[in-house]
């Protein structure tokens, strides 16, 4: 059962952090906005090994951009998959990407985010990038508040979560429930946080 006070102070917290990575994103120039998140950098590349299936996202509006590390991976032979959601009620699976270039195995999903289409073949990551509202510096995550990752994550604890963020998403701590997943590591523009 979900803490009224934790539930409260959550909705909170991702209002204000919403808001600071939506300015930080939107400040940034163009030529840096085209380098950050271009490559992983060595410690995380150590976390996945070389046949994983690695899950992506298309980020939303001030999220980390997982566009570079798309392409970045599928051009390095792995599996590349994104999250498809088909009902608000129903759990996140992730489906393969085949063209990360012009993106035509994509349409719109239930919030206007491109994802796979229903042809497309279920797959389990074995390393999942993952985008967040705020983080610790020991790996605690603060999502959008759906708990799509949090329950894909319960059910295959075997996968290796990577949040990634901008440095200005970094809280002291978080409020944390049961049902929330802790992050293996966690990248930023700056650093590499973990593994945890």
């Known amino acids: 059962m979900t803490d009224p006070n934790v539930a409260e102070r959550k909705k909170l917290l991702r209002t204000e952090l919403r808001r600071k990575r939506r300015e930080h994103a939107a400040a940034l120039p163009p030529e ?3 380098l950050v998140f271009n490559r992983p950098p060595g410690p995380v590349l150590e976390l996945v090994p070389g046949n994983a299936t690695v899950g992506l996202y298309r980020a939303d509006s001030g999220e980390a951009p997982a566009s570079g590390y798309v392409r970045f991976f599928f051009e390095r032979g792995h599996q590349v998959a994104l999250p498809r959601v088909t009902t608000l009620d129903q759990p996140m699976e992730f489906r393969l990407h085949s063209d990360p270039y012009e993106e035509s195995d994509l349409e719109s999903g239930v919030w206007g985010l491109r994802q796979p289409g229903i042809d497309a073949p279920v797959v389990v990551p074995e390393v999942l990038f993952m985008p967040l509202v705020g983080f610790t510096a020991k790996g605690d995550r603060l999502g959008q508040g759906g708990g ?3 329950r894909f994550l319960a059910a295959h604890p075997q996968t290796v979560a990577i ?3 901008w440095d200005v998403q970094e809280v002291d701590e978080l ?4 049902h929330d997943m802790r992050l293996s590591a966690i990248v930023t523009p700056t650093r590499v946080l973990g593994p945890f």
């Open 175 to 178: 409020p944390t429930e049961l």
């Open 163 to 165: 949040g990634m963020a």
């Open 148 to 150: 799509y990752y949090d």
């Open 32 to 34: 840096v906005s085209a």
